[in-house]
């Protein structure tokens, strides 16, 4: 079976040699919880959920960016 060659260097801004860059992650679970708190104030149509989740998205967001400092 051949296998085709797949190039991971687009995954260098998440994995610094075999270090997973954990403020990276955090980053990104926090936008992803900011567009679902939008989901929810538009297609659920619950404010409540919706402020909620958008809170939570920017907590875990800044907490992203507080783990990951400022490297450069």
């Known amino acids: 079976m051949i296998v085709p060659s797949c190039n991971f260097s687009e995954f ?8 997973v860059n954990f403020g990276r992650i955090l980053q990104i679970i926090g936008i ?15 404010m409540k959920t919706e402020v909620l989740f958008l809170f939570i998205g920017g907590v875990v967001f800044y907490a992203g960016r507080i783990v990951e400092g400022r490297k450069k």
Do not use: H
């Not at 260098?12 to 270090?19: A, M, V």
């Open 12 to 19: 260098d801004i998440l994995f610094e040699g075999n270090d």
């Open 32 to 46: 992803l919880l900011v567009f679902y708190s939008l989901y929810f104030g538009i297609a659920k149509d619950s």
